[in-house]
C-alpha cells in the first residue's frame, strides 16, 4: 500500500501561483506533499498543516486569504512560517485518500510505508527549528460546531485550542495523528473548522492564524486563560464491519444498519441512555466501540432489541457523518465525556 518514491518537496518562498490556484488544480502548482518555510519578524515558526485529507480544504484557502492579505500589504510575516500542503494527489481528486494511498492523518507514530517516512521527514525537518505551535486543520463531513482538539491538558495547549474555539476535546487515540507527534515538541492542536466551502469559516480561521502569527507565547496556568471553555475527552471511537452495508431512515430495510437520518444532528449533545440512533437487520451486524486502551466496549454503549440499536448509558457522541465512505475509511465518529 501507498506510493513508491513518496517525495517531500521543500520551498523556501511562495511557489509561483499558490495563492491564485483552486484545490482541484492543485497539482499545477505543487508537485506533491510540500513543505514551505517563510521568514518572519519571529524567528521560531508557527506550523500549520493542511489538506492531509484531499477534501477537507478550509485550510488551504484561509492560508491563501492569510498570505494574501500580507503580500498586498508588502509587509513581513510577524513570525516565522512553516506551511506543509499533505495530500495533493487526493486534493485534485476531492477525496480524503486516494485508494492505494494509507491516511495521511495516520502516519504519524512510525512504519514503514512510504507515506510513514514521508511523515518522519517531515517530523525531522520541522523540528530542526525550535517550534513556536503547531496547527493541523481539518473539516467534519458531520454538523458540527467550530473546535479545538488538544492531546496534552498543559495550558498553553488548552490556550491555543480556546483562541480559535470555547469548545475543545483531549484525546489521545488515534495515536497516529499529526497533533499528536508534534505535542511532544511544542504547543499543538487539531482545528476542526466545521464543513468545507463555508466562505465564513474559511475567514474566521484565516484570523485565527494571523492571531496566532502575532502572538508572543502562551500562559503557564490555566487560571490565566481568559476566555471560558468547555472541556470534553474522547473516550472510544465508533467503527463498523467493513462489509457492512449502511443507510440512513428505517425503511432502509435492504442494509445492515440504518441510523437515523439526523444522526450528525447529535453531535455535541447529551443522550440519555435509551436514545434511539438506528435499526440493525442483519444480526452478525453490531458497532464496534473501541475504547482508548483498544478494548472493544460496544456491549457498554448500544443495545439491540426489536431490532431497534439505542444507547445503554448517557453518551455525547462527536463527529458522527452520515458520509458512508468515511465512515468506512474511518469511523462512524467518536463517544466524549466532559471534563472539569
Known amino acids: 500500500?501507498?506510493?513508491?518514491?513518496?517525495?517531500?518537496?521543500?520551498?523556501?518562498?511562495?511557489p509561483e501561483g499558490l495563492l491564485e490556484v483552486s484545490v482541484d488544480a492543485l497539482d499545477t502548482v505543487l508537485p506533491g506533499p510540500s513543505l514551505i518555510y517563510l521568514k518572519g519578524q519571529k524567528e521560531t515558526p508557527l506550523f500549520v498543516s493542511t489538506l492531509l485529507h484531499g477534501n477537507e480544504t478550509t485550510g488551504f484557502y484561509a492560508m491563501q486569504r492569510l498570505l494574501k492579505k500580507y503580500q498586498q500589504k508588502q509587509t513581513p510575516l510577524p513570525r516565522s512560517l512553516l506551511l506543509f500542503v499533505g495530500n495533493v494527489s487526493a486534493a485534485v481528486k476531492g477525496v480524503r485518500h486516494l485508494p492505494e494511498q494509507r491516511d495521511y492523518n495516520r502516519i504519524w507514530?512510525?512504519?514503514?510505508?512510504?507515506?510513514?517516512?514521508?511523515?518522519?521527514?517531515?517530523?525531522?525537518?520541522a523540528?530542526?527549528?525550535?517550534l513556536?505551535?503547531?496547527?493541523?486543520?481539518?473539516?467534519?463531513?458531520g454538523k458540527n460546531p467550530l473546535y479545538g482538539c488538544i492531546n496534552s491538558l498543559e495550558p498553553a495547549y488548552k490556550q491555543l485550542a480556546t483562541l480559535f474555539s470555547q469548545t475543545i476535546v483531549y484525546f489521545v487515540t488515534p495515536s497516529e495523528v499529526f497533533s499528536m507527534a508534534f505535542a511532544k515538541y511544542c504547543p499543538s492542536v487539531t482545528i476542526e473548522c466545521g464543513q468545507s466551502g463555508v466562505d465564513e469559516n474559511t475567514s474566521y480561521l484565516s484570523q485565527y492564524i494571523d492571531l496566532c502569527l502575532n502572538k508572543e507565547g502562551f500562559e503557564k496556568a490555566s487560571s490565566l486563560i481568559?476566555?471560558?471553555?468547555?472541556?470534553?475527552?474522547?473516550?472510544?471511537?465508533v467503527k463498523l464491519p467493513p462489509e457492512c452495508t449502511l443507510?440512513?431512515?428505517s425503511k432502509e430495510i435492504d442494509k445492515d444498519i440504518s441510523f437515523i437520518k439526523t444522526i450528525d444532528d447529535l453531535n455535541f449533545s447529551d443522550l440519555q441512555a435509551g436514545a434511539l440512533i438506528g435499526w440493525c437487520h442483519n444480526d452478525e451486524m453490531r458497532l464496534s466501540v473501541i475504547d482508548e486502551d483498544g478494548r472493544e466496549r460496544g456491549s457498554e454503549y448500544f443495545s439491540y432489541a426489536d431490532g431497534e440499536i439505542r444507547t445503554v448509558k448517557p453518551i455525547i457522541p462527536s463527529m458522527f457523518t452520515k458520509d458512508i465512505e468515511v465512515i468506512h475509511q474511518d469511523c462512524l465518529g467518536y463517544m466524549m465525556e466532559r471534563m472539569e
Do not use: Q
Not at 507514530?109 to 525537518?125: N, T
Not at 513556536?132 to 463531513?141: E, G, M, V
Open 127 to 130: 523540528t530542526s527549528y525550535s
Open 1 to 14: 500500500m501507498g506510493g513508491v518514491g513518496l517525495e517531500l518537496h521543500r520551498f523556501h518562498h511562495i
Open 109 to 125: 507514530s512510525g512504519g514503514s510505508s512510504a507515506e510513514h517516512r514521508l511523515a518522519a521527514e517531515v517530523v525531522d525537518a
Open 132 to 141: 513556536f505551535a503547531t496547527i493541523d486543520i481539518h473539516n467534519n463531513t
Open 226 to 237: 481568559k476566555t471560558p471553555y468547555d472541556l470534553y475527552h474522547t473516550v472510544a471511537r
Open 247 to 249: 443507510g440512513f431512515g
